[in-house]
């Protein structure tokens, strides 16, 4: 699941996610829009944002950022 659907599954805007994780609103759209790779956020930046999302593991943040693979042939 992307941060974008976590959040929006936990019926937060982008600026409540910002405020609850204490990070900005541009890093959190830059993560959502790709601008900004989650996989490449510090590990104190992850777990706020587990925190603030109620997400135990930080693998699903850094999960949703990789791009599926298209196993068509």
């Keep these: 699941m992307s ?3 976590l ?3 936990r019926g937060l805007t982008q600026q ?3 405020d609850k994780a204490g990070v900005s609103r541009g890093n959190i ?3 959502e829009t790709g601008i900004l790779s989650i996989g ?3 590990l104190d930046s992850a777990l706020k ?3 603030a999302l109620r997400v ?3 693998r699903k943040l850094l999960e949703a950022d990789k791009p ?3 196993n068509a042939d």
Excluded: G, H, V
């Design 29 to 31: 759209a830059n993560y």
């Design 16 to 18: 409540q996610l910002a």
């Design 49 to 51: 944002l587990c925190d």
């Design 7 to 9: 959040r929006q599954k």
């Design 68 to 70: 599926k693979e298209n």
């Design 40 to 42: 490449n956020m510090t």
């Design 56 to 58: 135990s593991n930080p």
């Design 3 to 5: 941060l974008r659907e």
